[in-house]
């Protein structure tokens, strides 16, 4: 199974907003959950939780779930761990997710990110495929191979074309087909 790019115009025609409400969940998140990294603490929140009572996130879950069924071809019961990536600076993008942190993977069976505000950036993956981030971009693609032990094709890291004074925003999920946790709130479902 491929890749799939969708574009969301609800986040087009609703840029500066999305941003607010990252800005406000990053600084939530932070202060009062004492999440120390929004990226690499990723399994200790959900950001569609966080952002529940938002009518944009409401409306970009429900996008969202569209698209991971279109990509996926079914109704199979699925759940979504998701995490906001907010770096404030160049520098803290490229040890995170960048070049300086090198190809990383995801042991989920799909990963995706959404494009919120992505700045001038590239993600590169291991098997060659580039995707020039654009706002409201959407990504969906296979992440777990186990054709090659540590090294699947879909593992990825962020390149930074052009530096920016403002932060890089995408929201990033795994979808799973099995939790064996019954107690997991960083999972939601998939409808």
Same mark, same amino acid.
């Not at 574009?7 to 009062?32: E, G, M, P, T």
């Not at 970009?60 to 779930?65: S, V």
């Given at each position: 199974?491929?890749?799939?790019?969708?574009?969301?115009?609800?986040?087009?025609?609703?840029?500066?907003?999305?941003?607010?409400?990252?800005?406000?969940?990053?600084?939530?998140?932070?202060?009062?959950?004492?999440?120390?990294?929004?990226?690499?603490?990723?399994?200790?929140?959900?950001?569609?939780?966080?952002?529940?009572?938002?009518?944009?996130?409401?409306?970009? @879950?429900? =996008?969202?779930?569209?698209?991971?069924?279109?990509?996926?071809?079914?109704?199979?019961?699925?759940?979504?761990?998701?995490?906001?990536?907010?770096?404030? =600076?160049?520098?803290?993008?490229?040890?995170?997710?960048?070049?300086?942190?090198?190809?990383?993977?995801?042991?989920?069976? @799909?990963?995706?990110?959404?494009?919120?505000?992505?700045?001038?950036?590239?993600?590169?993956?291991?098997?060659?495929?580039?995707?020039?981030?654009?706002?409201?971009?959407?990504?969906?693609?296979?992440?777990?191979?186990?054709?090659?032990?540590? =090294?699947?094709?879909?593992?990825? @890291?962020? =390149?930074?074309?052009?530096?920016?004074?403002?932060?890089?925003?995408?929201?990033?999920?795994?979808?799973?087909?099995?939790?064996?946790?019954?107690?997991?709130?960083?999972?939601?479902?998939?409808?």
């Amino acid at each position: 199974m491929g890749y799939n790019l969708y574009q969301s115009n609800l986040i087009k025609n609703n840029h500066q907003v999305f941003i607010n409400d990252c800005s406000v969940a990053y600084k939530c998140l932070k202060d009062d959950l004492n999440i120390k990294d929004s990226t690499w603490d990723f399994y200790k929140y959900n950001i569609f939780a966080v952002t529940s009572s938002s009518i944009l996130f409401y409306n970009l @879950y429900r =996008e969202l779930n569209y698209h991971i069924r279109s990509y996926v071809g079914n109704d199979r019961p699925l759940w979504m761990q998701s995490w906001l990536n907010y770096h404030e =600076e160049d520098n803290t993008l490229l040890t995170s997710l960048g070049n300086k942190k090198g190809f990383h993977g995801h042991g989920s069976l @799909y990963h995706g990110y959404i494009s919120i505000d992505p700045q001038n950036t590239i993600t590169k993956f291991r098997n060659g495929l580039e995707i020039e981030n654009k706002i409201g971009q959407v990504y969906i693609g296979p992440a777990k191979n186990t054709n090659k032990p540590g =090294e699947y094709p879909f593992d990825h @890291y962020v =390149e930074i074309i052009s530096p920016s004074t403002s932060p890089r925003i995408t929201i990033a999920f795994d979808l799973e087909a099995k939790i064996d946790k019954i107690l997991n709130s960083n999972y939601i479902p998939i409808l």
